[in-house]
C-alpha cells in the first residue's frame, strides 16, 4: 500500500512515531526548565527571605545597602535608613513564651509591610536581628521618610497582638538618618542609624531619633 508522496505506509508510521516521540522530548525538556526556573525563584526566595517573618533577611541587606549606598554617592542621589526595635521583647517571650514571641515579630512585621506597600514598593523591610528591623528608603531625604517613618510609629505603639486569648502591647524605639558625605562605608552610616536607635532606647524608648 502506498501513501501520498510515495511513502510506504510503514514508513509514514515510523516518521509519525519520531515526530510523537520528539514532541514528548521537547515538551519534557521545556516543562524541566520551567520547574528549574520556578526551583531557583523558589531558593533564591529562601535565601533572601527571613522564615518566620517572610520580611527580607540580613543577608539581603547587606546586598541592597551596598548596592544604594555606592549608588548615592556615585549619583548624589538621597538616601535614608530607619531602624526600630520592639521594646522590652525579652520580657515577651520571658511571660508569654517564644511562640508569643514570635507571633509579635510576625504581626509587626505585617504592619509595616501593609504600610510599606500603601506608600511606595521601593522602600524595604528587613529583619536584621532578633527582634530588630530595618527599612531602607532609597532616594528619599529625611524630610520625605519621616512621613512614612511616624506612619509606622504610630502604628506600631500600643499595638495589641492576639495570643492565646491574651492581649500582648508592644512598643517601638526607632532611630533614623540620611547618608552623610563623612559617610565611607555602608556601615559608618549604619552606625549612625544604630546610635539614633540606641538614644531613643537609653532616654525612655517610645521615641524616634533623628540626628
Same mark, same amino acid.
Given at each position: 500500500m502506498?501513501?501520498k508522496?510515495?511513502?510506504?505506509?510503514t514508513?509514514y508510521?515510523?516518521?509519525?512515531?519520531?515526530l &510523537?516521540?520528539?514532541e514528548?522530548?521537547?515538551?519534557?525538556?521545556? /516543562?524541566?526548565?520551567?520547574?528549574?526556573? /520556578?526551583?531557583?525563584?523558589?531558593?533564591?526566595e529562601v535565601?533572601?527571605?527571613?522564615?518566620?517573618?517572610?520580611?527580607?533577611?540580613?543577608?539581603a541587606?547587606?546586598?541592597?545597602?551596598?548596592?544604594?549606598?555606592?549608588?548615592s554617592?556615585d549619583?548624589?542621589?538621597?538616601?535614608?535608613? &530607619?531602624?526600630?526595635?520592639?521594646?522590652?521583647?525579652?520580657r515577651?517571650?520571658?511571660?508569654?513564651?517564644?511562640?508569643?514571641g514570635? /507571633?509579635?515579630?510576625?504581626?509587626?512585621?505585617?504592619?509595616?509591610?501593609?504600610?510599606?506597600n500603601?506608600?511606595?514598593?521601593s522602600v524595604?523591610?528587613?529583619? $536584621?536581628g532578633?527582634?530588630?528591623?530595618?527599612?531602607?528608603?532609597?532616594?528619599y531625604?529625611?524630610?520625605?521618610?519621616?512621613?512614612?517613618?511616624?506612619?509606622?510609629?504610630?502604628?506600631?505603639?500600643?499595638?495589641?497582638?492576639?495570643?492565646?486569648?491574651?492581649?500582648?502591647?508592644?512598643?517601638?524605639?526607632?532611630g533614623?538618618?540620611?547618608?552623610?558625605?563623612?559617610?565611607?562605608t555602608?556601615?559608618?552610616?549604619?552606625?549612625?542609624?544604630?546610635?539614633?536607635?540606641y538614644?531613643?532606647?537609653?532616654?525612655? /524608648?517610645?521615641?524616634? $531619633?533623628?540626628?
Amino acid at each position: 500500500m502506498k501513501v501520498k508522496f510515495g511513502f510506504s505506509w510503514t514508513t509514514y508510521v515510523q516518521e509519525l512515531s519520531y515526530l &510523537v516521540i520528539f514532541e514528548l522530548l521537547l515538551y519534557s525538556y521545556v /516543562r524541566m526548565l520551567f520547574r528549574d526556573d /520556578r526551583l531557583k525563584a523558589r531558593l533564591a526566595e529562601v535565601a533572601s527571605h527571613d522564615a518566620l517573618t517572610k520580611a527580607l533577611n540580613y543577608s539581603a541587606y547587606e546586598t541592597e545597602v551596598k548596592y544604594l549606598f555606592k549608588n548615592s554617592r556615585d549619583n548624589n542621589l538621597s538616601f535614608s535608613m &530607619v531602624m526600630f526595635d520592639i521594646d522590652h521583647f525579652k520580657r515577651v517571650n520571658d511571660t508569654y513564651g517564644h511562640l508569643a514571641g514570635d /507571633r509579635v515579630l510576625q504581626h509587626t512585621v505585617d504592619v509595616v509591610q501593609t504600610i510599606l506597600n500603601a506608600n511606595d514598593s521601593s522602600v524595604k523591610l528587613y529583619r $536584621t536581628g532578633g527582634e530588630e528591623f530595618n527599612v531602607l528608603f532609597p532616594n528619599y531625604d529625611l524630610r520625605g521618610t519621616q512621613i512614612i517613618v511616624e506612619e509606622i510609629f504610630t502604628a506600631l505603639n500600643h499595638l495589641k497582638v492576639s495570643f492565646d486569648n491574651k492581649e500582648i502591647e508592644i512598643s517601638v524605639s526607632m532611630g533614623v538618618s540620611q547618608i552623610s558625605n563623612k559617610d565611607v562605608t555602608p556601615n559608618d552610616f549604619y552606625k549612625r542609624v544604630d546610635n539614633n536607635l540606641y538614644y531613643s532606647k537609653k532616654h525612655g /524608648r517610645i521615641q524616634i $531619633t533623628t540626628i
